[in-house]
């Protein structure tokens, strides 16, 4: 089994920043692309940004020159730095991780329980 754990949510004012940490934890033989989803109410869950086990990044348009994606391959863990918030980046923010339990399994995707950040105007 395998855990993901989000910390770092909070409020913040729009212009400020915040920064969001997720852990993976349990039987990891090893994890390749982690990334951040965020939803808000009444929407659908959307990607932010991701990143390979290479460290090559990938981030949705709305979040590009403001956020940034990173990994601690060694600890199983992704950060998302977020800067410049806006009131629309208010939503649950979700880590997930495409990991493999084993040499000889698929790898499956796990998910965090979220955090939320909101952003005041």
């Known amino acids: 089994q395998v855990q993901l754990v989000e910390s770092g949510g909070g409020l913040v004012q729009a212009g400020g920043s915040l920064r969001l940490s997720c852990a993976a934890s349990?039987?990891?033989?090893?994890?390749?692309?982690m990334s951040w989803y965020r939803q808000a109410p009444g929407k659908q869950r959307e990607l932010v940004a991701a990143i390979t086990s290479g460290g090559s990044t990938n981030y949705a348009d709305s979040v590009k020159g403001r956020f940034t994606i990173s990994r601690a391959n060694a600890k199983n863990s992704v950060n998302l730095q977020m800067n410049s918030l806006k009131p629309e980046d208010t939503a649950v923010y979700y880590c997930a991780a495409n990991v493999r339990t084993a040499s000889y399994k698929r790898p499956s995707d796990y998910w965090g329980q979220g955090t939320q950040v909101t952003v005041s105007s």
């Open positions: 349990g039987s990891i033989f090893s994890t390749n692309a």
